[in-house]
């Protein structure tokens, strides 16, 4: 079985990643059947950075997590969910998801890992309902804040990165 250091790791900004591994993305995203696929589709595209784990011979995407851009509307929306109260001007990480087939192998901590060095701004959020999510997170130094919520796909939790 491949360990996580077995797949080419690339972060980079949306426009330098291919279509077709742009489409690859989306499809692992909406597979995770954690967000909404139309709301996926239309913000993969516009995020600061994307992470992505290939496979190293076929270059098929394994993995992708996200940078998303400032979506002020929506982190006030999570504000008020979460009853935290949360700068509507910042960046969430997010979109986070690795083939079914390859998970537990620590990858979402690797792309994780590479988003956060290169996004240094601070703070950063991402909301949950994943368990193993919530421990790539925390690992990472997010700490959970605020009350759980009823989200479509689940009970949403949301964490807060502060320092670098």
């Keep these: 079985m491949p360990s996580q250091t077995d797949f080419k790791y690339l972060?980079?900004?949306p426009a330098d990643v291919p279509?077709?591994?742009?489409?690859?993305?989306?499809?692992?995203?909406?597979?995770?059947?954690?967000?909404?696929p139309n709301t996926a589709r239309a913000e993969l595209p516009l995020a600061k950075w994307i992470a992505v784990a290939l496979e190293p011979d076929s270059q098929k995407v394994i993995g992708v997590g996200v940078i998303k851009r400032c979506r002020p509307k929506y982190a006030s929306r999570i504000a008020k969910?979460?009853?935290?109260?949360?700068?509507?001007?910042?960046?969430?990480?997010?979109?986070?998801?690795v083939d079914e087939s390859k998970r537990?192998?620590?990858?979402?901590?690797?792309?994780?890992?590479?988003?956060?060095?290169?996004?240094?701004?601070?703070?950063?959020?991402a909301t949950t309902s994943d368990y193993g999510m919530k421990r790539t997170l925390s690992a990472a130094g997010f700490t959970q804040e605020g009350s759980e919520w009823a989200g479509k796909y689940g009970r949403l939790s949301l964490w807060i990165k502060t320092s670098p």
Excluded: M, W
């Excluded at 279509?19 to 909404?36: M, N």
């Excluded at 620590?106 to 701004?121: K, P, W």
């Design 19 to 36: 279509a077709e591994q742009i489409k690859e993305c989306h499809s692992l995203i909406v597979k995770g059947r954690a967000v909404d």
């Design 104 to 125: 537990r192998r620590g990858i979402s901590h690797q792309i994780t890992g590479l988003l956060l060095t290169h996004f240094r701004e601070r703070p950063l959020f």
């Design 81 to 97: 969910s979460s009853g935290f109260s949360l700068n509507h001007y910042i960046h969430e990480l997010g979109y986070v998801s």
């Design 11 to 13: 972060c980079v900004q």
